[in-house]
């Protein structure tokens, strides 16, 4: 009977680190495919320079300064409905996995969370 409950702490123990590997790595996917969507709706149109400094801080990392471009590219004028959606959307993923990572106490998400609510209330 001690041999199965290990066998099922083991069991459980396992299945947990599996489901926090894919939940992490789904996180980094998500702003991935969200950033390539984001440049495909401003493939067409005069791309924005606040988009562009957004998908270049994605691709180096720096999560907080590809939000909070982001959050400038929507005070623009001109933008429609499918750039708007993609912004919020590629904000939404970069945001939720800095809260992620955040909760797991990771200093520099913490860090980038703070500099963009800073950024909010200015």
Same mark, same amino acid.
Not at 7 to 18: E, I, K, P, Q, S
Not at 37 to 43: D, G, N, R, T
Not at 65 to 90: D, E, H, K, Y
């Given at each position: 009977?001690? +041999?199965?409950? $290990?066998?099922?702490?083991?069991? #459980?123990? /396992? ?18 495919? $969200? /950033? #390539? ?21 994605? +691709? /180096? ?11 400038? @590219?929507?005070?623009?004028? #001109?933008?429609? @409905?499918? $750039?708007?959606?993609?912004?919020? +959307?590629?904000?939404?993923?970069? /945001? @939720? ?7 797991? #106490? ?7 969370? @703070? ?6 209330? $200015?």
């Amino acid at each position: 009977m001690q +041999r199965r409950s $290990q066998f099922n702490l083991l069991t #459980g123990l /396992t299945l947990g680190l599996v489901l926090a590997l894919v939940s992490g790595c789904a996180r980094k996917s998500d702003v991935q495919h $969200q /950033t #390539g969507e984001l440049e495909k709706a401003f493939q067409s149109s005069q791309t924005n320079p606040y988009v562009r400094l957004a998908v270049s801080a994605v +691709r /180096t990392n720096d999560y907080a300064i590809g939000a909070i471009a982001l959050q400038n @590219a929507q005070r623009l004028p #001109g933008l429609n @409905a499918a $750039q708007l959606m993609a912004v919020q +959307r590629t904000m939404e993923a970069l /945001t @939720a996995n800095l809260v992620d990572r955040a909760a797991k #106490g990771d200093a520099n998400a913490q860090a980038a969370l @703070a500099a963009i609510e800073r950024s909010r209330s $200015q």
